[in-house]
Structures are given as structure tokens and as C-alpha cells.
């Protein structure tokens, strides 16, 4: 019985790792960077994000209010009842229970994406500020918890984290400018409602992802060895993309998403590489 569950442990972390790999090969590749024993966590909880993602994002033929409700719904009997036949929510409600995720982070994961099958444009600070927080911060700090040892190490880290996170939304925001009007019809920048995006908006928008960013850095340089070199390869290649998206006009960012090229992903890798090894953060 125990060998036959441990089995069916197995072939639901190693689905949602499938699904990362599939659907994100940076992130994935970064992933392989934590240490061992909590890689597969990480995978289980963006195994988790990317499905609701999907439904929000892609499912366009489907009724996506009903998918939604569905998923919520089945996400919760995971946690309560320790298992579902749901591969990748199985997985996820493991590292729910082993981690102890605080459930206030999946109810405000899931508010947020409640808001995009919904919200098309947010006029106010504190309005995109919810948003980011339940779509991006949260699950940061989710990874955050399998990262630390104990609450005082998590406390520690918490705001730098909430800061990473919201510095990774906001660079996503950017580079797919163009999909998300578009396509989703979807406006998170309230600074853009009635103003075209010209070179000064543009500036603004990256001046403060930098300050997020640099206030970011200061929880990197005390995460655990389990996690540093993969938190600060994604740093140094959101860091990079931004720098990208401010060497880009901006006419151009809004007809097309930019990309950083895999060779450069490549080198990035090798200088988070030498910068953790030689302990020069």
C-alpha cells in the first residue's frame, strides 16, 4: 500500500515537472538549479500556477468561469482530503501540507486570477498592487517557505521576496505588452489607461521595476544555499530582459514581445554560476 502511494507521489511531482518543462524551458532550467531536496517542491507549486494560468489565458473556446470554478473548487478537496486524482494538484497539495503553505497565499493567488477572467483595466495603484500580489508575490513567498528553515529566516525574507515577485510581474507586464491588449484585452498598467505609450511612460514604468529590483537583490544575497543560485539566474535574466525592454523603442515593445536569446540565457547561467561559487554577492 505505502509502496504503491510513494509511486503515485512520484508520477505526480514528475507531471508537473512535465508541465514546466513544457510550457517554460528558462524556468525550467533554472528550476534545476535548486538543490535536490526541494527542487520538486518548486515544481509542484509552478505546476499548480501554470494550470491556472491556462485557463485564464488561453482556454478561449471553453467556458472559462466553469473550468475555473472547477479547478478552485478541486484544489481545496486536495488540501482537505491529502490526495486527488488531479496529477498536478496531488502534487501541489503535498507541498501544501509538508511546507505548511499558508492557505491565505492560494486564496489570494486565486483572487487574482478571478480578476483576469474578469478585469480588463485597473485604474488605481492599489488596485494593481492586489492584482501583483496574488499573482505573482504569493508564489514567491510559497517558494519562499520551502526555501527557509525556520519562520524567523521567512520573516526575514519576506519583503525582499514580495519585491523579487512583483519585479518579475511587472517586466512580464512590459514584454508582453501587445498580447495582453490585443489578444486578452487587458490594460495592468493604470499610467497607460489614458495616455499613449510613449518613451516617458516607458521610463517611468522601468524606473520602478529597478527599484524593485534593487530592493530584491538585498534578500538574494541572504537566501540558504539551497535556493541562491536559482533565485539569483532568474534575477539576473529579468534584470537582463529589462534591460532589453529599455534599449527598445517603445513603439516596438508594443507591436511585439521581446525576447533575451538563448545563447545569452546560456552565458547568464554561467555568471550566476561563478558569482554564487566564488561567494561574490
Not at 533554472?30 to 518548486?42: D, G, M, T
Not at 472559462?64 to 501541489?92: M, R
Not at 480588463?120 to 517557505?145: D, F, P, Q, W
Not at 522601468?206 to 539566474?233: M, W
Request: hydrophobic share 40%; charged share 20%.
Amino acid at each position: 500500500m505505502a509502496s504503491t502511494l510513494s509511486l503515485y507521489h512520484e508520477t505526480c511531482t514528475a507531471i508537473s515537472k512535465t508541465v514546466i518543462r513544457k510550457y517554460s524551458t528558462s524556468f525550467y532550467l533554472s528550476s534545476l538549479l535548486f538543490s535536490k531536496n526541494i527542487r520538486n517542491a518548486i515544481f509542484t507549486i509552478y505546476g499548480f500556477v501554470r494550470l491556472a494560468d491556462e485557463i485564464v489565458d488561453t482556454f478561449h473556446e471553453y467556458d472559462k468561469e466553469t473550468l475555473f470554478k472547477t479547478f478552485e473548487t478541486d484544489t481545496y478537496l486536495a488540501i482537505k482530503h491529502g490526495i486527488s486524482l488531479n496529477p498536478v494538484l496531488h502534487a501541489f497539495q503535498k507541498t501544501v501540507h509538508e511546507y505548511n503553505l499558508d492557505t491565505a497565499f492560494i486564496e489570494a493567488f486565486f483572487k487574482s486570477m478571478h480578476f483576469d477572467l474578469h478585469k480588463k483595466s485597473y485604474t488605481t495603484t492599489h488596485e494593481i498592487n492586489e492584482y501583483i500580489y496574488g499573482s505573482a508575490e504569493v508564489i514567491g513567498l510559497m517558494c519562499l517557505r520551502v526555501f527557509c528553515n525556520s519562520n524567523q529566516e521567512f520573516e526575514k525574507l519576506k519583503q525582499p521576496a514580495i519585491k523579487l515577485g512583483a519585479a518579475f510581474q511587472k517586466v512580464n507586464f512590459l514584454r508582453d505588452l501587445h498580447n495582453d491588449i490585443a489578444t486578452l484585452q487587458r490594460m495592468y498598467f493604470p499610467n497607460l489607461l489614458h495616455h499613449e505609450f510613449t518613451e516617458t511612460v516607458k521610463q517611468e514604468i522601468i524606473t520602478d521595476i529597478a527599484n524593485d529590483f534593487n530592493e530584491a537583490y538585498k534578500g538574494i544575497t541572504l537566501l540558504p544555499r539551497n535556493s541562491q543560485l536559482a533565485v539569483f539566474t532568474a534575477f539576473l535574466y529579468y534584470k537582463t530582459l529589462l534591460n532589453t525592454l529599455q534599449q527598445t523603442p517603445a513603439q516596438q515593445i508594443a507591436h511585439k514581445r521581446i525576447r533575451v536569446n538563448n545563447i545569452k540565457k546560456i552565458l547568464l547561467i554561467c555568471k550566476a554560476y561563478s558569482i554564487c561559487k566564488l561567494r561574490l554577492l
